[in-house]
């Protein structure tokens, strides 16, 4: 019996138990939840924003974010679709915040060799894209947004959106016609 | 389907769902989560946009209507009325609000109301209902009181736009992608 109350004093606490304990301002309880998502998060950002240094800055600030209006979660969603729609919102904003100001200094030209060969294949190619069509593209195609979702979160038109959808899906099919070992023998 | 279109829709299935960032990120949450900007957002803790628009709002308002005031002592032009009167033209109106708050309700596209981005309009609808009802009760006991009429019809007119807005709220409900 002792045993059986040792083991569950020790176990590791469930989502929600980690969720109420960081509304009430728990670091630990929030630590925890950090490393329950934040590669999911740091995915989401990466592919959004299409740099390292971006990515990084928006799952902070993610995390900040979530931090904030935690205890305005009221469980009427999914934890992870809130999360997730907050992360996507934000990591927007730090690609509008970006590119309203280092835009008019540099180029948005992407230089693939930078980026790390430990990232998968479609990864790669898609910093090659230009950047609202990657972020349409990544929106509807791996994070399964419909385009007129995507319209309302990016603020254009469903046509833009699709039109931009269509771009980045033959720019990618011509870079992998034109680069087959670059996109074909990573994961082995 | 070409090669290209199949290659291409198997990186999509295979793209993983989680990467690993080059660097430890935590560290620099934590540092921030102490800054006092940061601080959680309890709920009411803090004035939302909304709040701080109708706290505005209301500051003009209540300047607009002491300007009326003494501009209308001037001129003498109110007439007032006889209270039976004027009660039952408050109860008129009422109930017409009422009504009109019903059509929006049962006529809205979305159940804005239930989501994480309508809370704030939602809490903004309610005080302004609270105060709305503290106003009628007011001009129940002073029915001749023109600038607490003022305040009574602006508060329903709000009430309306909020619920309006509301329904301009982007909650399609989202996809589960996390």
Same mark, same amino acid.
């Given at each position: 019996?002792?045993?059986?109350?040792?083991?569950?004093?020790?176990?590791?606490?469930?989502?929600?138990?980690?969720?109420?304990?960081?509304?009430?301002?728990?670091?630990?309880?929030?630590?925890?939840?950090?490393?329950?998502?934040?590669?999911?998060?740091y995915?989401l950002c990466l592919r959004i924003t299409g740099q390292v240094p971006l990515a990084e800055e928006a799952t902070? !600030?993610?995390?900040?974010? @979530?931090?904030?209006? %935690?205890?305005?979660?009221?469980?009427?969603?999914?934890?992870?679709?809130? $999360? /997730?729609?907050?992360?996507?919102?934000?990591a927007l904003?730090s690609v509008?915040?970006h590119r309203?100001?280092?835009?008019?200094?540099?180029?948005?030209?992407?230089?693939?060799?930078?980026?790390? !060969?430990?990232?998968?294949? @479609?990864?790669?190619? %898609?910093l090659?894209?230009?950047e609202?069509?990657r972020i349409?593209?990544v $929106? /509807?195609?791996?994070?399964?947004?419909?385009?007129?979702?995507?319209?309302?979160?990016?603020?254009?038109?469903?046509?833009?959106?699709?039109?931009?959808?269509?771009?980045?899906?033959?720019?990618?099919?011509?870079?992998?016609?034109?680069?087959?070992?670059?996109?074909?023998?990573?994961?082995? | 389907?070409?090669?290209?279109?199949?290659?291409?829709?198997?990186?999509?299935?295979?793209?993983?769902?989680?990467?690993?960032?080059?660097?430890?990120?935590?560290?620099?949450?934590?540092?921030?989560?102490?800054?006092?900007?940061?601080?959680?957002?309890?709920?009411?803790?803090?004035?939302?946009?909304?709040?701080?628009?109708?706290?505005?709002?209301?500051?003009?308002?209540?300047?607009?209507?002491?300007?009326?005031?003494?501009?209308?002592?001037?001129?003498?032009?109110?007439?007032?009325?006889?209270?039976?009167?004027?009660?039952?033209?408050?109860?008129?109106?009422?109930?017409?609000?009422?009504?009109?708050?019903?059509?929006?309700?049962?006529?809205?596209?979305?159940?804005?109301?239930?989501?994480?981005?309508?809370?704030?309009?939602?809490?903004?609808?309610?005080?302004?209902?609270?105060?709305?009802?503290?106003?009628?009760?007011?001009?129940?006991?002073?029915?001749?009181?023109?600038?607490?009429?003022?305040?009574?019809?602006?508060?329903?007119?709000?009430?309306?736009?909020?619920?309006?807005?509301?329904?301009?709220?982007?909650?399609?409900?989202?996809?589960?992608?996390?």
């Open positions: 019996m002792t045993a059986q109350i040792q083991a569950i004093e020790q176990r590791p606490l469930l989502e929600p138990e980690l969720i109420d304990k960081a509304k009430l301002g728990d670091k630990a309880a929030f630590k925890q939840l950090y490393q329950l998502h934040h590669q999911r998060v995915a902070q !600030d993610c995390f900040v974010r @979530l931090w904030q209006k %935690l205890p305005q979660f009221r469980g009427e969603s999914q934890f992870t679709t809130w $999360l /997730h729609s907050l992360c996507v919102n934000q904003s509008k915040k309203s100001f280092w835009s008019r200094f540099v180029s948005s030209d992407i230089d693939v060799h930078s980026v790390s !060969d430990e990232y998968e294949d @479609l990864d790669k190619i %898609l090659k894209l230009p609202r069509a349409v593209f $929106l /509807h195609a791996l994070e399964g947004y419909k385009h007129e979702e995507v319209a309302l979160l990016m603020g254009i038109a469903t046509g833009t959106s699709k039109a931009q959808y269509h771009r980045a899906q033959k720019l990618l099919e011509a870079i992998i016609d034109k680069e087959p070992t670059d996109t074909g023998g990573h994961n082995d | 389907m070409t090669n290209t279109n199949a290659k291409l829709s198997q990186l999509i299935n295979q793209a993983p769902k989680d990467i690993e960032p080059q660097k430890d990120l935590w560290h620099d949450i934590e540092k921030q989560l102490d800054k006092p900007e940061f601080h959680q957002v309890q709920n009411n803790a803090k004035p939302s946009p909304v709040f701080k628009r109708l706290a505005v709002a209301s500051i003009a308002l209540m300047i607009g209507l002491v300007s009326s005031h003494m501009w209308q002592q001037k001129a003498s032009l109110l007439t007032p009325k006889a209270p039976s009167a004027l009660l039952a033209t408050l109860s008129e109106i009422k109930n017409q609000h009422q009504l009109q708050v019903a059509q929006l309700t049962q006529h809205q596209l979305t159940n804005w109301q239930a989501t994480e981005i309508g809370l704030p309009l939602e809490k903004g609808i309610e005080q302004l209902r609270k105060a709305a009802e503290q106003i009628y009760q007011a001009l129940q006991q002073t029915p001749n009181d023109k600038e607490l009429w003022q305040l009574w019809l602006w508060t329903q007119q709000r009430e309306i736009e909020l619920l309006r807005q509301g329904q301009t709220l982007p909650v399609t409900p989202l996809p589960q992608g996390a």
